[in-house]
T-cell receptor, first 108, second 115 residues
């Protein structure tokens, strides 16, 4: 089977940096993805890590350590529009399995 | 290029009724997925398909059926609706080609209530 663990909620201040962690247990692991979902909307793709290390896309970065079965999403220069739920997802064979999500609250 | 489209957007079903949730993509993607999302929860994989004529079960397939007769369409069938199937249903697709083969494109979702 597979399981993903991420915090249910995180709170940060506008303009600050926040890190959302994800640990996973799965066989046949190919990579780790991150998705953003605003209330009432559909998930949208943010990033993907197949190899260890940091991937940067604008204000968002994602990190993976395959040996530790651990990854994180880093959001910099937080804006109010970043208030959303963030999901890590394991790419396993042809399946993509999602975690339960982390609700990010941003304070002005 | 419409991407992934789903119909209907909303539906209320009575217990025991049947319905089909439609999903169409116009990006020529091989892979298509059906997820359900309960309030405040993550997405659970129901069924997926790697190409026309090929489907496979995900994490929560019971109570659902799918078919994939064309690359574009991947309908999800509920045969005997139960209150436990009240959820938001998302269809998604992806391609093996391109720079980001693991990027899934999601439809807007279908909000289903079974009473």
């Amino acid at each position: 089977g597979q399981s993903l663990e991420q915090p249910s909620e995180v709170t940060a201040v506008e303009g600050a940096i926040v890190q959302i962690n994800c640990t996973y247990q799965t066989s046949g692991f190919y990579g780790l993805s991150w998705y953003q979902q605003h209330d009432g909307g559909a998930p949208t793709f943010l990033s993907y890590n197949a190899l260890d290390g940091l991937e940067e896309t604008g204000r968002f970065s994602s990190f993976l350590s395959r040996s530790d079965s651990y990854g994180y999403l880093l959001l910099q220069e937080l804006q109010m529009k970043d208030s959303a739920s963030y999901f890590c997802a394991v790419n396993r064979d042809d399946k993509i399995i999602f975690g339960k999500g982390t609700r990010l609250h941003i304070l002005p | 290029n419409a991407g992934v489209t789903q119909t209907p957007k909303f539906r209320i079903l009575k217990i025991g009724q049947s319905m089909t949730l439609q999903c169409t993509q116009d990006m020529n993607h091989n892979y298509m997925y059906w997820y359900r999302q309960d309030p405040g929860m993550g997405l659970k994989l129901i069924y997926y398909s790697v190409g026309a004529g090929i489907t496979d079960k995900g994490e929560v397939p019971n109570g659902y059926n799918v078919s994939r007769s064309t690359t574009e369409d991947f309908p999800l069938r509920l045969e005997l609706a139960a209150p436990s199937q009240t959820s938001v249903y998302f269809c998604a697709s992806r391609t093996l080609a391109g720079a980001l083969p693991y990027e899934q494109y999601f439809g807007p979702g279908t909000r289903l209530t079974v009473t």
